[in-house]
């Protein structure tokens, strides 16, 4: 099969990340997949063997999504956004993809929705349709209006075969987060955890007994950073190292590195996942990639979830895990050095977890349920 995604993450890199892991898993099974990325580029993500096309980029405004910013920092105008459209469409044209995946389009990039529908009207309209799956994690943005929700019903039903689910539903069920209508119920596809496999032990043991403290991809978690360096200060016979994302990463880490903490600042890096092998313990945000970087790894973790602008995703997902052992979470309210370090010392001293009972073959599973949709094209 022929396969196409497309996802623009606006803010941090999960969806990016989570894009690039499906499409190694349909690599994997001999069919041929290429990811079109509306967001800005991140370079730390392993994109190795997969067909990475670039569209003019975008990102959101901090945290309000309703302001898109071009590649120059300027909001992006309607010659830029069709240029988008343009690009995606030709990409659409090229590939005559078997499977058309949009990830978490309708259930979210509302402010893109002229740019996807575009895109799935070329897709109905090819001489061979595409069977067209939406992806999303397993908890969103829950609709602030009812409409929204209809809006989404609406496009699912008149474009799409079937929507991804990437949870395991004996953890945490669409319903947690979104309303599900029986129109969309009929719709769902539960596909396990979507994650690479584990990363296992690092080469050079880096990160081993360091309290390791990360906020993903995108330029936010800087109220984090600043409360683990003063931790820092306050644990002094263990050590810290702060992982920097965002393409000014070099800028932040130098205005950090003036509060004059112990700890270790760099931006972040592509062995991360393996760092948190050897870390003695991890503090971090609660999307969805480091979340299950977390269970596979057993690491011991205080979470404090995004929730700027009126976000709740990670928090309900820090609330569902927050009942494993070694894990605490903090609000970003109560988030002070102190809360942090009384946090770390208790996952510290908490049993070990052991990830069984997870399903993390998400990204296999979705390969399935495609080509059992596609009927064996390709």
Known sequence: MKVLIAVTHLLGTGHLSRALTLARAFLAKGHMAQVVSGGFPAPQLNTDGIELLQLPPLRSDGVDFTRLLAEDGTLADRSYLASRQTALCAALQHL?????????????????????????????????????????????APPSKPEKAGKADAVITKFYDAVLVHSDPAATRLEASWPVSKALAGKLRYTGYVAPPAAGPHPRLAGAGEVLVSAGGGSVGTPLYRAALEAARLMPDVPWRLLVGGADASARITDL????????????????????????????????????????????????????????????????????????????????????????????????????????????????????????RG
């Open 96 to 140: 005559q993809p078997d499977v058309l995946i949009t990830e978490l389009f309708p259930f979210g990039r509302r402010s893109l929705r002229k740019e996807f529908l575009d895109l799935l009207e070329a897709a109905h309209a090819l001489s061979q349709r595409p069977v067209i799956l939406s992806s999303i994690r397993d908890i969103l």
């Open 257 to 376: 590195s003036k509060l004059g903490s112990p700890a270790r600042l760099e931006p972040a890096r592509k062995d991360f996942r393996q760092m948190l092998s050897h870390a003695a313990a991890s503090v971090s945000m609660c999307g969805y990639n480091t979340a299950l970087d977390l269970l596979q790894a057993g690491t011991p973790a205080v979470l404090v979830p995004f929730d700027a602008g009126n976000e709740t995703e990670q928090g309900l997902r820090a609330a569902s895990l927050a009942p494993l052992n070694g894990v605490r979470v903090i609000e970003t309210a109560h988030l002070t050095p102190e809360t942090l370090c009384t946090a770390v010392k208790a996952v510290l001293q908490a049993p070990p977890r052991l990830a069984g009972g997870f399903r993390f073959d998400g990204a296999a599973r979705s390969v399935d349920i495609a080509a059992e949709l596609a009927g064996g």
